[in-house]
């Protein structure tokens, strides 16, 4: 079994440099939020817990809006439960897909609120946009277990006017059975690319993570012998592909060309919520959020922390690395309905 492990912690380290800080202007908390970029600008997409309802941030203008959805069930029941939303540009509109425990996996274009598609089946724990093999894929968690989904943002349901043969959003379908959503944050399966091959790592049942190769429906590389149930994850390679997982209070990072677990680190916070990677000068970093509110940016490489512990007073509800200005930054929300963006620092 893996031992415990501490990280380097200075109390006099700086912060991250606050960017900016924003409140959602309408009724609701955040739930979940994506990041995407329109027109040269970042759009901060999210879903804000009302039915039948979106809402975004243009961060360059500081601009709100809240955006009306159709109903996926054409007048049927006249409810959405958006607790997962993930977000891309299609064609140069804004494509959004989500769903919730009692609703399956649904599409819409956010400025129209027209209904793209919608699934028949199971409900969603989880949902993210992923640049896999080349394509962006939303990937979607399945609340009941497995499998985890793949669905092609490009491509909507048929309408009346399209030919007979138009393809289906099915007919792009991938499902992955192998693996299972236990995180209700975006980062509850990572995809990416390992050795020029698709994949995806998450979750495999019995206190395994599985490296699934996509294009063959084939377990690639299997972690085990842990002993925390880990439930959020992300992929980074600054040289090394590595794997970074959170379960608790315990961040791990796994070596994908060996398939073994380097030492655990200890958060200095509650329970990790969600959790995403990236390589910032040349390094592996990874930033956490917790229940506590407490977001924390970890050197991979030197198992430190980058900077003093952001503290907040709500659980941290979603958490992404994008970049802003020509910089990487952090933005996070919370479940009072608070985002902040945080300058992740240029040296390591």
């Known amino acids: 079994m893996i031992a415990r492990g501490w990280v380097a912690y200075d109390p006099g380290m700086p912060p991250l440099p606050t960017v900016t800080v924003g409140r959602i202007p309408f009724d ?22 009302r039915s039948l309802r979106a809402f975004s941030w243009d961060l360059a203008r500081d601009t709100w809006t809240e955006h009306a959805l159709g109903d996926p069930w054409f007048g049927e029941d006249g409810y959405t439960e958006l607790a997962a939303l993930a977000a891309t540009v299609v064609d140069g509109r804004i494509v959004v897909g989500g769903g919730g425990d009692r609703q399956g996996f ?5 400025e129209s609120g027209a209904v793209r598609m919608y699934a028949e089946d199971g409900g969603v724990a989880s949902a993210t946009a992923a640049v896999v093999g080349g394509r962006t894929w939303f990937v979607v968690g399945v609340s009941s277990g497995p ?6 943002p490009a491509v909507a349901e048929p309408g009346e006017a399209d030919p007979a043969d138009a393809p289906s959003p099915y007919d792009h379908l991938i499902e992955v059975n192998a693996l299972e959503a236990f995180s209700r ?18 979750p495999g049942g019995d206190a395994r993570v599985f490296v699934w190769d996509i294009e063959n429906d084939a377990l690639l590389l ?30 791990l990072v796994g070596g994908l060309a060996t398939g073994e677990w380097e030492d655990p680190i200890e958060v200095p916070c509650a329970a990790v919520t969600c959790l995403d990677a990236t390589v910032l000068d040349g390094g592996a970093v990874a930033v ?25 007073e709500h659980p941290i509800t979603a958490l992404r690395i994008t970049e ?13 309905g608070t985002v902040q963006v945080l300058n992740l620092p240029r040296y390591l």
Do not use: Y
Not at 185 to 202: H, I
């Open 28 to 49: 609701g908390a955040i739930r979940d939020f994506d990041v995407v970029e329109r027109d040269g600008r970042p759009f901060l997409v999210g879903t804000h817990d």
């Open 106 to 110: 649904a599409q819409w274009d956010l």
């Open 147 to 152: 499998p985890v989904q793949l669905w092609d």
């Open 185 to 202: 944050a975006s980062s509850a399966v990572a995809a990416g690319t390992l050795k020029d091959r698709p994949v995806l790592v998450g």
């Open 222 to 251: 299997e972690i085990d012998d842990i002993d925390v149930e880990l439930r959020d994850f992300a992929l980074v390679d600054a040289g090394v592909p590595r794997v970074v997982a959170s379960g608790g209070r315990t961040l």
């Open 288 to 312: 956490t959020g917790s229940e506590d509110g407490t977001v924390c940016a970890w050197d991979l490489e030197a198992r430190r922390l980058l900077a003093e512990p952001t503290c907040g």
């Open 324 to 336: 802003l200005d020509g910089r990487q930054v952090v933005i996070t929300s919370d479940r009072n």
